[in-house]
């Protein structure tokens, strides 16, 4: 069997040991990830001459610490305004009826054909199936002990695992780092600090450009006085990731809600002002310090990653799709490199 054949075998046999066991591989990769981003932590403070258990303790209790109160703080206001726009569904859909489809009726000839009613009871059906779904879903999780405790369980398992992978993080990193064939060795050693470099950039630097944002939206939305700030603040800076996809949709999820809100278009300028002044400040002080140009993963190939693992394995898939990007951008990156001075290319 040729190399390239046993490789293939072996991407294969990984997929489907991935897929298999993809239910219980949640907890594992947020560990795993969590313990990633705090493992340069420890290091820095044990070059203070801080125990390797020391500083894994106070880094695991700070990541948590920190985790738990953005959860105790955040998960009701979200609720919060969830539970408030639920209440306004009705209104909103009788304000389009009433306001915004006579007003496009009145410009757009077309939708004279547009019947309000239908569209109207079309929606308040679908929210009502929508509901009576999520009811069910919920009573057949509580009903359902097994699966409360299972889902209990993968969430204890979380903060276990990564105190022991944050403890041996180096010790296994060495392992994989001497397990490959020494006429390898080099080269799997400089790509993978290629693929950390392409890692350590997004994860540590994208992800806390997003959480700023989030932060600069929710704020200055709110100080505007736009009702469903938080809630669109967070969606625009989750989807940050992607350039101009966070500005886009918060732009419109905010000029929306204003409008419904003030019933005019009195608060779009301020709300044009708050977007402006986050895209200002991403542009000159978040990504250029927090990111740098490392990441080198073009945002149409994180769109097409995630979306692929989600697709293919569920959310395990998710939390795989950025590092397995960063590998094969790697290494690609390398295969145009041999191409490039190969015979193949060379040869005139």
Known sequence: ??????????????????YVLSPILMP?????????????????LEKYKWSRTLSVSLVFVVIFSVLSAAVIVLVPLIEQQISALIEKIPAIIAWGKDTALPWLQGRLAGLGAIDAEKLQQTVQDNMAGATSIVASVLGSMTSSGMALLSGLANLLLIPVVTFYLLRDWDVMTASIHHAFPRKVEKKAALIGQEVDVVLGAFFKGQVLVMISLAIIYSVGLSWVGLEFALLIGLIAGIVSFVPYLGLIMGLLLAC????????D????IAVFAVF????????VVLTPILVGDKIG???VAVIFSVMAGGQLFGF?????ALPVAA???VLLRHLNEQYKNSELYTDT
């Not at 594992?28 to 820095?44: E, H, K, M, T």
């Not at 402006?276 to 542009?283: D, G, H, M, P």
């Open 327 to 329: 590998v094969l951008l």
């Open 256 to 263: 929306t809600a204003s409008v419904f809100q003030l019933h």
């Open 28 to 44: 594992f990769l947020s560990a795993a990830l969590l313990a990633y981003l705090g493992d340069p932590l420890v290091n820095r």
């Open 276 to 283: 402006a002044a986050a895209q200002v400040l991403e542009s």
């Open 265 to 268: 278009a009195s608060g779009l």
């Open 297 to 299: 993963l073009h945002p």
């Open 316 to 320: 395990t898939g998710v939390l795989l």
């Open 1 to 18: 069997m040729s190399k390239g054949n046993k490789y293939a075998m072996i991407f294969i046999a990984l997929a489907g040991l991935i």
